[in-house]
């Protein structure tokens, strides 16, 4: 790294730590010609992941719109603002580990489904009806068949 005193292209780290609060590694650096030292601190950094929405339209990954989604369909049921966190912290974990940069909004969709089944089933069934937009009972009869 090049020394921010003398400009000297050549630098040595003498000491490196982890730091809990910003997520990052901080780098005590020395100067190789002109010995005068300075603190760095490295942080990876993330590539944004996009959604492609039913629309065909694409937004920036937004965790409170599944954690604002999943509270709705939680409404007046046993399940704590800590465990609906839970969700979709594991929810935006899982996209990132999977590498892609673009997700469709169907994925989130069935990710939160998936998570919220085993939680409370009348939670489940809240958010699927309206993500799934069933048009009729029938519809609904049958995903509940398939589902239940």
Known sequence: MKCIYCGCPDSKVIDSRATVETNSIRRRRECIKCGRRWTTYETVESVPILVIKKNGSIQPFDKNKIISGIIKACEKRPVSLIQIETIASDIEQKLKDNGLQEVESIKIGELVMNMLKPLDQVSYIRFASVYRQFT?????????KDNG
């Open 136 to 144: 009729d009972a029938t519809n609904f009869i049958n995903f509940l």
